[in-house]
């Protein structure tokens, strides 16, 4: 037991060690470092002033467009996929297939796709390939599954249609799933590196490939490297702090089936 | 028209994104690899060039043999961390912050974390050589590279892998646990006999996203060292990007996802099949 109580301390200070240093470098004074003396004690903002000219809220703009649209129709296409599933359509194979497969791996076909459809180097190429994910829709059949079905029956009977009953009586029965998928499916998107770097060039630089290209030519700003960071971290983070309980729950129900 | 015919329409938004960028470029990837193109020249035929280069092709073996070391150290690890942090943790006051702690690498995006460990880990002005004059050689040597790599991806992953066990430990019924210690079993018999058995499909299912994590290691590899150096860290994933996107060799590049297709379902179907083995001797026992 003191063994393992000796490896779980060592691995929170081995994984606490970049996140505090990360903290402490974005808002410590640029006079510390010249001085190279890191110890200096001093918080300041100026290194998030700094990141104005750098463009790193233009990239902003374009990852939270692209994301939020992204999950937008995730969302909304794979609530019907997975309705049309769980009433029948034979189509769980195919989503389960194409979980298995990292999107990233096909850069090379999707790049000749994108090509074919006229996207390379636009605004759709972010978003129009991420409109339906597997897992989202996976996701959601899984949840489908939990939802008394005579409440379907029900508004049948009253007449409603298909989607019309997708609309108003299955979204509202699944919004923590719905939420928790969002969380999920958003931080995926903002996290795609390599496929924004092949697919766009400069003025649709996402936030990710701005921060590899900050790294490579400001490697020495330790201060605004950092505060570019916790920026570009805070959309996932604030989603997570809000929704934490359900994205947890919506994992361990998804997972134990 | 049918209720279920109904129903079905609703899947075709879905099923449209889903064919037209994962179904028809899954379908196209053999075609493309028997071209020769830059990505903006127009594709010349080549026939079967570009596989028979696959056969001969050092850097591909070398990249394979990187891959499944990575795999081979990094999965274990996994495990073992999840599994042991998991176990120490059970019941005590520090539960809830450990695991907040330990998560918390996912809330910072991926970007975000490449630049923390530059910040902390670079061998020329990074704050551990700065501070204790201890260079870490990550960028010379080919095996502290993949360590870098490794440690990154582990660092990121631990804490979803220490949430899942945990969870699982809580579904362990506290009457069965019970029952060992009055047959005069040790807390360390009780838990090598009893709760870790018991935690078997979710060490199933962690084996699989370790896998899957092996197998997506190209986006670390992308942000700390491009593969580096000579190529030491150069998994089969980013071999792909490299060719295709830093070479401009797309045709290749095709050829060369398809091997990749190729590991990632044998890998898939050799685990299934263990999986399931396993659980049916697990149901005899």
Known sequence: MIVMRLITVLACVFVALPLVWLVYAAFIPAEALIAANIATFGVTLENFAALGDTGLWRAMGVSVLASGLAVTGQLAFGLGAAYAIRNGARLLGLVLLLMAIPSELLLVPLYRQLQTLSLIDTLGA???PFLASPLVVFLLLQALRRVPWELIEAA?????????????????????????????????????????????????WT????????????????????AAALVASAPILVLYVVFEKRIIATFEAGFRS | MSERRQASLLALPAMAVFVLFSVVPLLSVARYATWRWSGTSEPVGVGAANLMRLLRDDALWQSLGTTVTFALIAMPTFLALSLVIALAIEGLRVE???????????????GGSAIAWYLLYNP???????????RLPWTTQPAAALAYVIAFTLWQQTGYGVLMVSAALKGVPREVKEAARIDGAHEREVRRFIVVPLLRPTLAFLTIVGTVLALQSYTAVYLLTRGGPFGSTRVLGYYVYETAFERFELGYGAALTLFALLVTLIVAVLQARVLVERSARGARA
């Open chain 1, 126 to 128: 972010l978003i129009v």
């Open chain 1, 156 to 204: 049948r009977l009253d007449g409603a249609g298909e989607g019309v009953i997708v609309a108003r009586v299955v979204a509202p029965v699944l919004r923590p799933e719905l939420v928790a998928a969002a969380v999920l499916a958003f931080a995926a998107h903002w996290n795609l590196v390599l496929y924004p770097r092949v697919m766009t060039t400069e003025s649709l």
């Open chain 1, 207 to 226: 936030v990710q490939v701005f921060l590899t290209d900050l790294l490579r030519t400001r490697p020495f700003e330790w201060g605004l490297l950092g």
């Open chain 2, 96 to 110: 809830r912050f450990v695991k907040a702690l330990l998560f918390a690498p996912g809330l910072v995006t991926v």
């Open chain 2, 124 to 134: 020329d002005f990074g704050v551990l050589v700065e501070l204790t004059g201890w």
